[in-house]
């Protein structure tokens, strides 16, 4: 397997020796197709950018004037990637992470800023590299890189990158707003990540835009799926309430049949699997599954879960004995 | 002199120990008073914010509609900071450099999403005084936490912090609209911040505000300037033009004076100095000088520079000679 190591031994191929100047020279150059000229891209204090961005407000006249959604995640060596990953792989997920909350919030993604944090010996051809995969998912998802930061990192082998992303949406679809009688739904399929959808993942835009076009009536609240479904969907509960699962409609993927083991703790803890987890309103449900199949026929829509009262899901419980949630600290001390 | 030295020998005490849920709990509470509730706020897959917040819009009404701004800046242990920095300013830091960006582009400061990148080890005693130094910079400054991640650096000894601000101006202030024959004005005193401007500046946010209301028929351009008056004031020239230096005038800061050794070198390379530098129309000085005084009688102004054409400048290189200016990677390697 081809090795994408981020660090270089032999210094006059770092960007440590490239200085500042030409760096940043290099990001511009990476970055023309996605970064319109200063100020709204690149190269001032601040991106000067509308406050509701001209394709997004030929879009909203119909509707209520649109909210400004912003979220931020970082991609880091070692930690979110390593050597196996390709450079463009890693530069992508960046993008596609971030994407994929402005999905779930039912947005559209507009404009971001990228902080880059690295130690001298970072490689520079591993650097354009990432770049490019930056680049590729921004036209992809349709992203304008607004600008940004380069800071070098004490020490050696570091490499970290975090993204500001701005969104809009007239409609948001949030986490809460679920109440005890709605279904849960999961779009796609889900466990098994690791062996491909962790750096090969589409962010369900145009899924989320649909499903917020559908809220509050229909679609009361929305998660993407990236810690686990056992993590993220406790997030939609409201007090009082547990996710009564059907787990026979569970939609494990085949990469979780193919890595094996324990599918349904595969699919509660794997996590990375940028699904969209949907509350629908209990008297909704033939409607919403009816709709969902003539806007997205391609796209698989599973009802996995009803949420009823209580605080104790015995079954989710004994089935899950042995996994846990991931949690980003407790995993690593 | 007190040491803050941000990473822990003893596990218990870490960020680590207290897990993911225990962290991001302490976070938000460290910071109710600056991070409105959900979806506002810290909770959800993103922040959810009116496309003009309320307060500007009020202040937006009579002129043209306000356009967004977006900046963000790192702050990173060992790069920005050190132990012998307290972590209430280094968290503090963190804000009002980013304020600063927006502060030069005449705008007001609105909205944050923080990134943390920290190895496990970090000290949780140290890290809730940082926080506690973010909150109160936020509230001097007028900034709203909206949302943020935390994810664990691999190793040991890591701890980075990046912020992305959003900030509204009806007439932004650019680095580019200078022209042969403007005047380079400075405000407050330059050199030396080493000794204390580093930690302990305020951004000029009403300065910009006022400079960006007399754009661009008085004031042409604008930058903050942190990377040294040498650097920056190059951002400021059109093509083909330079800034003949009047040295007399450059304000030399008392902490400068106090450091001693080449007093001009420090003026024009330490850098950190979060004043704003101002490109003056040549036909516009005494209005300008006679306005400020009048709404800054208490901020020194100083008519350091004039633009004029030619790519040399003789005899600031003489007195630079053996002066470059601050460049991250260069100055590392």
Redesign the interface.
């Known amino acids: 397997m081809e090795k994408h190591f981020p660090f270089t031994e032999t210094?006059e191929n770092?960007?440590?020796?490239?200085?500042?100047?030409n760096?940043i020279a290099r990001i511009r150059e990476a970055f023309q197709k996605i970064s319109p000229p200063?100020?709204r891209g690149i190269?001032?204090?601040?991106?000067?950018?509308?406050?509701?961005p001209e394709r997004f407000s030929a879009e909203a006249t119909a509707g209520t004037?649109?909210?400004?959604?912003?979220?931020?995640?970082?991609v880091?060596?070692?930690?979110?990637f390593d050597e196996t990953v390709s450079p463009e792989n890693a530069g992508a997920k960046l993008i596609r992470r971030n994407v994929s909350?402005?999905a779930?919030?039912g947005?559209v993604p507009a404009?971001a800023?990228?902080?880059l944090?690295m130690s001298?010996d970072v490689s520079a051809a591993w650097f354009e590299r990432f770049l490019s995969g930056i680049a590729l998912a921004c036209v992809e998802c349709g992203v304008e890189l607004?600008?940004?930061?380069?800071?070098?990192?004490?020490?050696k082998n570091?490499f970290?990158s975090?993204l500001?992303l701005?969104?809009?949406?007239e409609n948001?679809l949030?986490?809460?707003g679920a109440c005890e009688g709605d279904f849960l739904y999961a779009t796609g399929t889900i466990g098994g990540s690791i062996l491909k959808k962790h750096f090969d993942f589409r962010p369900r835009i145009a899924e989320g835009r649909f499903l917020a076009s559908l809220a509050p009536k229909t679609v009361r609240a929305c998660?993407?799926v990236t810690d686990g479904l056992l993590k993220d969907h406790a997030a939609l509960l409201p007090a009082g309430t547990h996710a009564e699962f059907d787990f026979e409609a569970i939609p494990i993927s085949e990469d979780a049949h193919a890595l094996g083991g324990n599918l349904i703790q595969r699919a509660f803890c794997d996590g990375e699997d940028y699904e969209l987890l949907i509350a629908v309103a209990g008297t909704q449900t033939d409607f919403f599954e009816k709709t969902w199949r003539e806007n997205f026929p391609q796209t698989r829509i599973s009802r996995i879960a009803k949420i009823v009262s209580g605080n104790e899901n015995p079954e989710l419980t004994q089935r899950l004995a042995d996994a846990r949630a991931y949690?980003?600290?407790?995993t690593?001390?």
Chains 1, 2 share one sequence.
């Open positions: 210094s770092s960007v440590g020796a490239l200085g500042e100047i760096l200063a100020p190269g001032d204090d601040c991106a000067v950018l509308p406050a509701v004037p649109p909210q400004r959604l912003v979220t931020t995640d970082s880091i060596f070692s930690k979110h909350d402005i779930a919030t947005g404009d800023v990228l902080a944090v001298g607004s600008g940004g930061d380069v800071a070098s990192a004490p020490g570091f970290s975090t500001a701005t969104g809009f949406s948001p949030l986490r809460t998660i993407d949690e980003h600290f407790l690593e001390n």
